[in-house]
């Protein structure tokens, strides 16, 4: 009886790794969410000082999120943009933002002249300028976005 026990209890904690560093589990989210900023929206405040503490896409654009292009007369919600952005990630790019002029206005930066390239397979594909209203609440959130891509015919963002 005794080795029962033994070969019962030896099964529990042997089974159950309770030596083992387990990684944490994150609840799921509703939200676009990557292990890392694939579009590296976290460098379009690298020139003001600020900073974006999230990776959610979700949480990254404020509510009343609106996304316009001067390649096309449409204007997206948050949504929308996100259906996109998710859409675009089964590619591989490399997109570099570079600052611009920041401007503050009250709780919200207005980032405007943000240069932006996307690189396919290490080839410069896109190009263009973004303009970018962020409000401040607990952290920044992207508001507008307004894209002005080089090659109208052909951006990016579609």
């Not at 591989?92 to 932006?116: P, T």
Request: net charge negative; charged share 25%.
């Amino acid at each position: 009886m005794r080795i029962v026990v033994f070969l019962v209890a030896a099964q529990i904690f042997l089974g159950c790794n309770m030596f083992n560093l387990l990684e944490p589990e994150y609840p799921d989210s509703d939200g676009l969410r990557f292990s890392e900023d694939p579009f590296n929206f976290s460098q379009i405040l690298a020139g003001s000082g600020e900073h974006l503490k999230t990776q959610n896409y979700e949480e990254l654009f404020s509510e009343d999120f609106l996304f316009e292009s001067s390649a096309f007369s449409v204007v997206y919600t948050k949504d929308k943009l996100l259906e996109i952005l998710e859409h675009l990630t089964v590619n591989s790019f490399d997109i570099e933002w570079s600052s611009g002029a920041a401007n503050y206005r009250g709780d919200a930066l207005i980032l405007s002249g943000v240069e932006y390239d996307v690189y396919i397979n290490g080839v410069l594909s896109y190009s263009g300028t973004a303009e970018f209203r962020l409000i401040k609440g607990l952290e920044w959130k992207i508001e507008h976005w307004k894209d002005i891509p080089y090659d109208e015919s052909n951006p990016f963002f579609k």
